[in-house]
């Protein structure tokens, strides 16, 4: 237990500091391999692994039980149960942050692409131009939607996979964009929608997770996203920065329709807290396709409004704030800001992956 305690304080003090040579000599390699071995498995090796793991652990409280309902007869045997459960979840955390977790340690994808947000001398200062910048982006929003609406065509799964393969070969330097990119629909498709949760990235099998429950116009923002976590880039603001860069760079307007459209949804959620009829007033502007896919959304909220959705986002939003993601699940939204600043300063045929 000693050894693995002290390997997971190494990585967590010392590969902060050397996240590029963690990436070089090991994220990418590791994560090339996984996708080399288990792509071609038609299902999600990660959600198998999740499984066994819920019913080991099951099988272990249980046994606890009985062990403590006979303490004296089952005492040693509880103990070395304990210890081994200890050693267990240690090694689990020093091959999620050895796997993947170190990235969380990058700065903010924004900073890497020299993007710097802007410093005001008060609060009010930065609040009046936070609003006027929503407007401004909530306005180009909506008109780049009414542009691509009447081109944009529903997209299979496995077709968005493909797509969003190949866009990340030819318009990122993504060190993993040739063999450690691929989505798969997961085996918990029915439960994920249920708690509200679209997709997710494996930091064991290197595996994307995707609800395949999902209405097609979100997908190909959705799966650049999780391909975004495959290529190293932990933060979920930043995952969507980089789906966004990728999404509304391609020649396909199906791929730029979602980029807008899921960015859109942050920036006119954020306008409606500081001004609500200006954020209808851009709604009302949007095509008819749009507003049918904004319905489509809404209803499904409505549906899967429940106690388990509420739970799972408690529990992301605590995963993310251990994760140095100071404002949680909040963190996602943050995109609407460095978003913007793309737009005002797109100037780079490839996109640059940390």
């Known amino acids: 237990m000693a050894g693995l305690v002290g390997l997971i304080a190494m990585c967590v003090y010392v590969l902060p500091g050397h996240v590029s040579f963690y990436d070089k000599y090991f994220f990418y390699p590791f994560q090339q391999a996984r996708i080399v071995l288990l792509g071609w498995v038609p299902f999600s090796v990660g959600d198998v692994l999740y499984v066994a793991g819920g019913a080991w652990l099951l099988f272990t409280v249980v046994r606890w039980v009985y062990y403590l309902i006979n303490f004296r007869e089952y005492r040693d045997r509880l103990a070395a149960s304990v210890l081994d459960t200890i050693n267990a979840t240690l090694f689990v955390y020093l091959f999620f942050l050895l796997g993947w977790g170190a990235n969380y340690a990058k700065r903010p994808l924004h900073e890497y692409w020299g993007m710097d947000n802007p410093v005001y001398k008060t609060r009010e200062e930065r609040r009046t131009a936070d609003s006027l910048m929503l407007i401004a982006y909530n306005d180009f929003l909506v008109k780049r939607l009414n542009v691509f609406a009447p081109q944009y065509r529903n997209l299979q799964l496995h077709e968005v996979n493909e797509r969003s393969r190949a866009f990340y070969q ?178 780079a045929a490839v996109i640059r992956v940390p």
């Open 170 to 347: 030819h318009y990122t330097d993504s060190k993993v964009k040739m063999h450690g990119l691929d989505v798969k629909r997961s085996l918990f498709g029915y439960f994920m929608e249920r708690v509200a949760v679209d997709g997710y990235y494996n930091p064991f099998t290197g595996e994307g997770q995707i609800n395949g429950r999902l209405p097609g116009f979100v997908l190909p923002f959705i799966v650049c996203h999780e391909m975004a976590h495959q290529a190293g880039i932990a933060a979920e603001g930043d995952a969507n920065l980089m789906a966004y860069a990728l999404g509304t760079q391609t020649a396909d307007p199906s791929f730029n329709y979602s980029a807008y459209l899921n960015i859109w949804l942050y920036a006119n959620s954020r306008l409606y807290r500081r001004d609500s009829v200006m954020a209808k007033h851009f709604e009302s502007q949007l095509n008819k396709l749009t507003k049918a896919h904004l319905d489509t959304l809404e209803e499904l909220s409505k549906k899967y409004d429940n106690e388990a959705s509420r739970y799972s986002t408690e529990f992301y939003d605590n995963y993310l704030k251990m994760q140095h993601q100071k404002e949680g699940i909040r963190s996602y939204g943050n995109v609407v800001t460095s978003a913007w600043l793309l737009e005002l300063n797109r100037n």
